[in-house]
């Protein structure tokens, strides 16, 4: 892979007409930041659209026609392909993989431009969940360890601890219970050292009750239903920004709880 040996200082220069500066870069990016918002609240559905019409209209021209300097130009590939891979969680919300994926390599082709690595990791993670959900297990595993490699060699523990639970999942699904167990105890191990304080903003989402949700996607993949009940039951302590992310999380908890307790403990609508 091109991202595991490409020199970290290979930022473009665009010597097109239009010139590109910090504001568009912020503009880019706080646009992303209020999709974000509406993705964790409502959903990929309510974005999906106008996320790629955003892309299309206002980001592209500036990667082909714009004019920058390596700085800028870094800045503003690593703000394209934070919005792309939001494109792509938008379609695999929608059930549009082959879209998803496409998404998905384009923005690590972004990251890779912008010398991106903590981004880039991200975006492999991104692309290991996915292979994971359609029964890939072996390209789960390998995305994954990629992304470790990648986070690793940027020195960010929360990405590191990221990329070893979706290998712990990709384990999980091919049925291997000893090398998820491996891959979930390294996972633990790099969530407690990572220096929160120096993380990119963008991966602030990933704490102790997202990585219980992880370790319960794991063991309910693996039919260990009880145990992935507790860990499901752990993941509702989720920042409450993140709505839908607990809904799920609430949802897998009762699926997994015996019927009768499972009825006992929903609300009851007058």
């Known amino acids: 892979m091109r991202w595991l040996t490409a020199p970290l ?14 504001p568009d870069v912020d503009t880019i990016r706080r646009v992303t930041s209020t999709f974000r918002a509406l993705d964790n609240q409502y959903g990929g559905g309510h974005i999906r659209v106008p996320v790629v019409r955003f892309l299309d209209a206002e980001v592209a021209p500036l990667l082909l026609n714009g004019r920058y300097d390596k700085t800028v130009g870094g800045a503003l590939f690593s703000a394209a392909a934070e919005m792309a891979q939001l494109a792509g969680w938008a379609a695999y919300d929608c059930g549009l993989n082959r879209l998803a994926q496409m998404h998905f390599i384009q923005a690590l082709s972004l ?3 912008a010398a991106d690595r903590p981004l880039g990791a991200e975006i492999l993670a991104a692309m290991s969940h996915q292979s994971a959900y359609l029964r890939a297990p072996v390209e789960a595993v390998d995305l994954a360890r990629a992304a470790g490699r990648v986070a690793a060699d940027a020195g960010v523990a929360a990405i590191s601890a990221e990329a070893a639970v979706l290998e712990a999942q990709g384990h999980a699904v091919a049925g291997d219970e000893a090398a998820c167990a491996s891959a979930l105890d390294r996972a633990e191990r790099a969530l407690d050292r990572a220096d929160r304080t120096s993380d990119p903003q963008w991966i602030g989402y990933f704490d ?20 992935a009940q507790r860990f499901a039951s752990r993941s509702l302590e989720m920042d409450g920004r993140y709505v839908r992310g607990r809904q799920f999380n609430l949802a897998r908890s009762r699926g997994q ?4 307790e499972r009825s006992s403990r929903l609300p009851r609508w007058a």
């Open 208 to 227: 102790e009750a997202y990585l219980s949700a992880r370790f319960g996607h794991c063991f309910a993949a693996l039919d260990r239903g009880e145990v």
């Open 111 to 113: 990251a890779l431009g």
């Open 9 to 22: 200082d290979e930022r473009p220069i665009g010597h097109g007409s239009q010139p590109v500066g910090e």
């Open 257 to 260: 709880m015996p019927r009768r």
